[in-house]
């Protein structure tokens, strides 16, 4: 699993426990599934269809430098499946895990639109 983004946690972040409050988590992941959807699909309109279970591990403090690793694990006709792992970056605890992030391809109408992708691909290996 590739680890492409950090964020320090800040004390607009945090909850009344002063640990990372989890829907402030849950936004950044939904948005780096999103820009990774993007990426892999080639098409800026998708959507979250579903999010599997989530299983918080730890709690981030204030000052923790977070990152927020996805990788694709299906590729259906319309949408693509993602997976989730959130770990500390200097200490390497785990944070978070969600097996299933489904992100759904549409179309300009706003439509499930079949994507045809069936594998990870490379931005470096789409470039000529």
């Known amino acids: 699993m590739n680890f492409h ?3 320090w946690v800040k004390p607009e972040d945090l909850n009344p426990n002063g640990t990372l409050f989890g829907g402030s988590l849950l936004a950044w992941i939904d948005e780096e599934a999103a820009l990774y959807t993007v990426v892999q699909l080639e098409n800026k309109h998708i959507v979250t269809k579903f999010i599997s279970e989530i299983n918080f591990i730890s709690a981030p403090h204030q000052g ?3 990152e927020i690793g ?3 694990v299906e590729f259906g006709r319309t949408s693509i499946t993602l997976r989730c792992e959130v770990r500390n970056k200097i200490t390497r605890e785990d944070i978070l895990s969600i097996e299933k992030i489904t992100m759904v ?3 300009e109408d706003g439509k499930p639109k079949p994507h045809g992708k069936t594998q990870i691909e ?3 290996d789409r470039l000529p």
Do not use: Q
Request: charged share 35%; hydrophobic share 40%; aromatic share 6%.
């Open 70 to 72: 996805i990788e694709a």
């Open 5 to 7: 983004t950090r964020k």
């Open 105 to 107: 391809n549409l179309g």
């Open 122 to 124: 490379y931005v470096k």
């Open 64 to 66: 923790d430098i977070i």
